[in-house]
């Protein structure tokens, strides 16, 4: 299928960047976003997915206001 080609082109474009952001991926419900990450995530020897729509997942960003702690939150949450 070409979309999905399309897709993960701009996956790997965005690995392969020196100074890339944290990887946000948006869209419509039941249309494969998580499949993608999770077969894209295969690259990788560390992986975490967040699901914001979970409120358990959207607590780090509404509750604590420093990224530093924000992100030592996910890690002990997910035991890394």
Known sequence: MIFERQIKE????????????????????????????KEFAENYRQFISLNLEKIEDRYFFEEIEKVSDIVNAIFISRNI
């Open 10 to 37: 701009e996956l790997i474009q965005w690995k392969t960047r020196s100074q890339r952001k944290p990887l946000l991926l948006r869209g419509a419900r039941q249309v494969g976003k998580s499949t993608l990450i």
